[in-house]
């Protein structure tokens, strides 16, 4: 074990230390410290592709576009927006209140935990922590284990680029973990399984901690009769297939309406032969299996699904890779239905009424994303009214995720709290409230004896 929760504590008695030195409060340290960050990363970017290419054979064009450039393109936006979002916000006093003024301060929480998984090595490791930063809290960080080139770039951005008093970074596995999440934080925000987010969760209530959960779930495409099939089979091979499927708000399974069905799967199967080739294997815009327990846990699904199979489904396990898969005429029994996927395997299934439809994918947890594609604007609205998920898009799949403007984040057991742009701010910082009294002028109406105020109070407060 490489550290225990005393040793934990200690870390965050030095980091709670430098916090209320009141450095980072400041908007200049703020800025500085994105700045110091951007600095580094752009010094680091060929190893940081190298890693994600040795972690999950990520081409360079991928890891640039899903990894390192969303996270400058997020530095740059809050170098440009910290100054902004921390002045107090005014509000309206009621009449009552008055003679007075009311706002809002937003307060860091203090000394934060950020734990990030494998999938999106580098990307969900920094954007958490870019929020941190502009939140004005300390940070301890934890890498994935599972992604081990990418853990070690980026411990190697953290050392050289900040003071371990303020953002530090930490290695492990389980135990380590559970040494982390039942230490004294004041803020926890984890991106993980709904499994070990549950355990987060669990562990953060023993303390009260707050926490922010970015989990997954079976995140579902309906493809309409009135869809352009072309764009909708392109952007869902596209939104399932990048990163092999390891993407949490991957389409996880595909629905489509009975009359397009037979054309829109021949199309689908044309598309992602021009993205990958008739032998994924030789593309260099394919990746691969995180690692072997993953591989295996995706291997035994092809093996109980394979006579549903028609389209891909050949493996080379010592090469970790999967070949993009297809499931038709798929059941809500199916073993590929029971769980989040998160792999390059593809279930679709045929529907013919839009509201059963909806009302079948309800019966599931509320999925982190849902995507739609269609032309008739009255079943999109019945779409985003009727089903509850965090985010998604219409017409197209994943790329809300890249918008700033959108907060990213989940509703029940798919996550907690939203992240990017300004709502990265405002996961990491406390609303405070406050109402400033003038001294100097006194109503006396709150004040006892009440008789003759009643009157008074109903005609305000009604």
């Not at 500085?32 to 064009?61: M, V």
């Not at 997020?74 to 979002?85: A, F, G, P, T």
């Not at 309906?222 to 089979?233: G, R």
Request: positive net charge; proline residues 5%; contains cysteine.
């Amino acid at each position: 074990m490489n550290f225990t929760t005393q040793d934990v504590e200690n870390m965050i008695t030095e980091q709670r230390q430098f916090y209320f030195s009141r450095a980072t409060k400041s908007t200049k340290f703020r800025k500085e410290q994105l700045l110091k960050l951007k600095k580094t990363i752009l010094k680091y970017e060929k190893e940081i592709l190298n890693a994600l290419y040795l972690d999950l054979r990520k081409s360079e064009f991928e890891a640039y576009a899903t990894e390192i450039g969303i996270v400058l393109d997020s530095i740059s936006y809050m170098v440009k927006h910290v100054e902004e979002w921390m002045k107090p916000e005014a509000v309206k006093t009621p009449i009552q209140y008055q003679v007075g003024k009311s706002f809002i301060v937003r307060e860091p929480f203090g000394v934060t935990l950020i734990i990030g998984p494998f999938n999106y090595p580098f990307q969900l490791v920094m954007e958490p922590l870019i929020g941190a930063i502009v939140g004005g809290n300390t940070a301890i960080v934890k890498p994935s284990e599972t992604s081990v080139h990418t853990a070690a770039i980026v411990k190697k951005i953290i050392v050289e680029t900040f003071n371990p008093s303020y953002v530090r970074v930490v290695e492990g596995e389980k135990d380590e973990v559970t040494a982390l999440i039942h230490a004294s934080f004041d803020y926890i925000f984890f991106t993980g399984s709904v499994a070990v987010g549950k355990v987060v969760a669990k562990a953060a209530a023993e303390r009260l901690t707050p926490i922010a959960l970015e989990l997954g779930g079976k995140s579902p495409a309906i493809v309409d009769q009135t869809a352009n099939l072309e764009v909708a089979a392109k952007r869902i091979a596209w939104g399932k297939f990048t990163n092999t499927g390891q993407t949490c708000v991957a389409p996880d399974y595909v629905l489509v309406h009975k009359e397009v069905y037979d054309r829109f799967m021949k199309i689908l199967k044309a598309t992602i032969r021009s993205f990958y080739g008739k032998n994924a294997i030789k593309s260099p815009d394919y990746g691969r299996i995180v690692n072997l327990r993953q591989f295996d846990r995706l291997q035994q699904i092809i093996v109980e699904e394979r006579d549903a199979i028609t389209f891909g489904g050949r493996t080379d396990r010592d090469d970790l890779y999967m070949e993009p898969t297809i499931i038709e005429y798929v059941k809500w029994s199916n073993p590929s239905m029971q769980d989040e996927l998160f792999g390059p395997i593809l279930p679709v299934m045929m529907y013919d009424d839009l509201p059963l439809a909806i009302h079948q994918i309800r019966q599931l947890p509320k999925p982190l994303a849902a995507y739609f594609f269609s032309e008739h604007e009255k079943a999109i609205q019945y779409f985003l009214e009727e089903l509850p998920f965090g985010g998604g898009c219409i017409n197209d799949t994943i790329t809300h995720v890249g918008n700033l403007h959108l907060p990213f984040g989940g509703v029940g057991s798919s996550g907690v709290k939203a992240y990017h742009g300004k709502a990265s701010f405002e996961n990491f910082t406390h609303p405070k409230s406050i109402l400033k009294k003038s001294s100097k002028l006194e109503t006396n109406v709150l004040f006892p004896p009440y008789k003759q105020k009643v009157k008074l109070v109903r005609t305000i407060m009604k």
